[in-house]
């Protein structure tokens, strides 16, 4: 059975400083992962994906992640975050299949804080 | 294009009460999805629709929980009697069909609270 795990529920950073939120999953075959963002009253948000290729992804708002395969972990970071990244940060993995649809399963997310 | 809706936006009940969640997908989206996030805890999965047929509700609690997805359009969520462990997050998401990888677009979800 796939997991993901997020140690960190709560990261507190000040503004323009750099940030990384820790992502590891378990998963006995291929993956896709992905990070999603939820800012306040609003609905999940895709940030990025890695699906195959380059282990290096970049999503929107300047955030990028890498791909792990060794360490079974796909970080994200931002190299300087603004009062405007304030949200919750969620993890997630599928199982690589061809049907166009996956079952996605989440970590129990991250909420970032940045502080002016 | 409109995203995902989803009705009510915060409903609170009492235990033993019967409460229905509504989707609206974006149109033309094949996938279903209804996702829960319970107490701060992980999102999981419950349950897809491929139009209007169920592919996998593994992930439904208990049989207190019924989904519909009349016509391939959108979806309800029924739960009856509701329980206090019902209380949570309940997020609906939506993807196109076809083969190879399709993004899922939530909506902004639907809080219960069962007093």
């Known amino acids: 059975a796939q997991s993901v795990t997020q140690l960190d529920s709560q990261v507190p950073v000040f503004e323009e400083a750099p940030v990384e939120l820790r992502c590891n999953y378990s998963s006995s075959v291929s993956v896709y992962l992905f990070w999603y963002v939820q800012y306040p009253n609003q609905g999940l948000q895709l940030l990025l994906k890695y699906l195959s290729g380059s282990t290096l992804v970049k999503g929107i708002n300047g955030f990028e992640a890498e791909f792990n395969k060794s360490q079974t972990s796909f970080h994200l970071r931002k190299p300087s975050v603004h009062i405007s990244d304030t949200a919750e940060y969620f993890c997630?993995?599928?199982?690589?299949?061809?049907?166009?649809?996956?079952?996605?399963?989440f970590g129990t997310g991250t909420r970032l804080l940045v502080s002016p | 294009e409109a995203g995902v809706t989803q009705f009510p936006s915060h409903s609170v009940i009492e235990k033993g009460q019967t409460v229905t969640l509504r989707c609206d997908p974006i149109?033309?989206?094949?996938?279903l999805y209804w996702y829960r996030r319970v107490m701060g805890k992980e999102i999981k999965f419950l349950l897809h629709f491929v139009k209007e047929s169920k592919q996998d509700e593994s992930g439904m609690p208990n049989n207190r929980f019924l989904a519909e997805r009349t016509g391939g359009t959108y979806s309800t969520l029924k739960v009856q009697p509701a329980e206090l462990e019902d209380s949570g997050v309940y997020f609906c998401a939506s993807s196109q069909g076809g083969t190879g990888y399709r993004e899922q677009y939530f909506g902004p979800g639907t809080r219960l609270t069962v007093t």
């Open positions: 149109s033309g989206h094949d996938n």
């Open positions: 997630a993995v599928s199982d690589w299949v061809n049907t166009g649809f996956q079952k996605l399963v």
